[in-house]
């Protein structure tokens, strides 16, 4: 429930946040730092230091951790209203209150799977990964928007999280809708499918150096408004596996890695096992994973998914995340 926060927390952002309020989730359960900096998600900046502010479900949070609590605070609502008269934008939604805070958080950190059970039965499967464990506790899975993740993740082609990250800024301050201004910097919202499918989207992506990938961010969006659609994306949580990750290859720039991530991190699939170059290294170097070949072949690329998710069993996704 909502506490007073303590004193090192008073030194919040300018944008006048909500009370903080606090879950209780020790760091064997999750780890901010190893969570919201590895990769899952690129709209998460350490504001200060253990404080990290970012976008979810369109609006602005600042999470941190003290001993057994994950703090949290909602930004902006009533300076945004001021603002957005002024500018003649629509007034926000409506303002949420800590219950609803409360389950959206524990949706995105999926906190009803417990972290620490997991851990054990995978050490006690694998002693490669008990001594990798021991210095990486708490590291979950992300429950993301599928929109969200899957057009983060066509980006991810061929390059790194740093420019991944300026990447998915630039996206959303072009596209998305804005959410507030903290220490004069403005906050967008994910882009909403339909602003991605206009005629000149892939011009615009072009302009803001995404390269190759402009053509697949509005190739993919274009398919799913005239197909699928959000809904239908949304509905493939609850399709098998299979099924959702051969839906997603059909989509342009999505290949066997990135359907894994989307599958893994949007839609459930906790048995999605992502493999790029390093986790087929590992597998053959570590794991003497007997996989053909110089190249990571699709064979290959499901041999070594089949091996992960035999030895470490139904969430052999997280494991891999680990």
């Not at 506790?137 to 599928?146: A, E, M, S």
């Not at 995404?210 to 959000?230: E, H, N, P, T």
């Not at 070949?293 to 069993?313: M, N, V």
Request: net charge neutral; glycine share 8%.
């Amino acid at each position: 429930g909502a506490h007073t926060a303590p004193m090192k927390l008073r030194d919040a952002p300018s944008a006048c946040p909500s009370l903080w309020r606090c879950l209780p989730c020790p760091p064997a359960e999750l780890r901010l730092d190893l969570v919201l900096s590895s990769g899952q998600s690129f709209r998460w900046w350490e504001s200060s230091p253990g404080a990290w502010t970012g976008v979810l479900g369109g609006r602005v949070w600042t999470l941190r951790q003290d001993r057994d609590q994950l703090w949290y605070t909602v930004y902006g609502e009533e300076d945004e209203d001021k603002e957005e008269e002024r500018n003649g934008c629509p007034a926000k939604t409506a303002k949420l209150d800590g219950a609803e805070t409360d389950r959206i958080l524990r949706d995105y950190f999926q906190l009803d799977v417990g972290l620490s059970a997991l851990y054990r039965e995978w050490e006690a499967a694998d002693p490669l990964f008990r001594k990798v464990a021991e210095d990486f506790p708490g590291v979950r899975v992300l429950r993301q928007d599928p929109v969200e993740c899957l057009f983060s993740f066509i980006c991810t082609s061929n390059n790194h999280i740093s420019r991944i990250t300026a990447m998915i800024e630039r996206l959303c301050q072009a596209f998305g809708r804005r959410l507030c201004c903290i220490d004069a910097r403005p906050f967008h919202a994910f882009p909403s499918l339909s602003a991605l499918t206009g005629a000149d989207a892939e011009a615009r992506l072009r302009a803001l150096g995404f390269g190759y990938r402009a053509k697949f961010v509005s190739g993919s969006a274009q398919a799913i408004a005239g197909g699928l659609g959000v809904e239908g994306l949304c509905q493939l949580r609850t399709a098998p596996y299979a099924e959702a990750r051969k839906v997603l290859c059909t989509l342009p720039g999505v290949g066997a890695k990135v359907a894994d991530c989307v599958c893994l991190l949007s839609l459930d699939k906790a048995e999605a096992v992502p493999v790029d170059t390093h986790v087929w290294q590992i597998a053959r170097q570590r794991y003497g994973v007997a996989v053909g070949g110089k190249s990571l072949t699709a064979r290959a690329y499901q041999e070594i998914g089949d091996f992960f998710r035999e030895l470490w069993g139904p969430h052999a996704g997280w494991a891999q995340a680990v």
